[in-house]
């Protein structure tokens, strides 16, 4: 793989903590790093399995059901989409 490298005249120091060990290019041509960029998994495959509370939220705020999802036991009874997304 090819090793990253910053643009002339970037400075890298304008978007790193003062107290960083690591610049952005140590960062980016870190191999673990490079390894979440790259999935595990393809089309087709088994999903990581995961169980988490349901909520409700059809009154504007949160509300426990007492129930839980189970990503495996929901996808053997129809397809799941799971969408990841940030807000901030």
Same mark, same amino acid.
């Given at each position: 793989?090819?090793?990253?490298?910053?643009?002339?005249?970037?400075?890298?120091?304008?978007?790193?903590?003062?107290?960083?060990?690591?610049? @952005?290019?140590?960062?980016?041509? &870190?191999?673990?790093? /490079? $390894?979440?960029?790259?999935?595990?998994?393809?089309? %087709?495959?088994?999903?990581?399995?995961?169980?988490? @509370?349901?909520?409700?939220?059809? &009154?504007?705020?949160? /509300? $426990?059901?007492?129930?839980?999802?189970?990503?495996? %036991?929901?996808?053997?009874?129809?397809?799941?989409?799971?969408?990841?997304?940030?807000?901030?």
């Amino acid at each position: 793989m090819a090793e990253h490298k910053l643009p002339e005249g970037f400075d890298w120091r304008a978007i790193t903590p003062e107290d960083s060990p690591k610049t @952005p290019i140590d960062v980016m041509n &870190d191999p673990q790093h /490079r $390894a979440l960029a790259t999935p595990d998994l393809t089309s %087709g495959d088994v999903a990581f399995d995961f169980e988490l @509370p349901v909520s409700d939220f059809s &009154d504007g705020t949160e /509300r $426990a059901t007492g129930e839980t999802f189970h990503l495996l %036991g929901e996808a053997q009874e129809r397809p799941v989409a799971l969408i990841f997304g940030s807000y901030t």
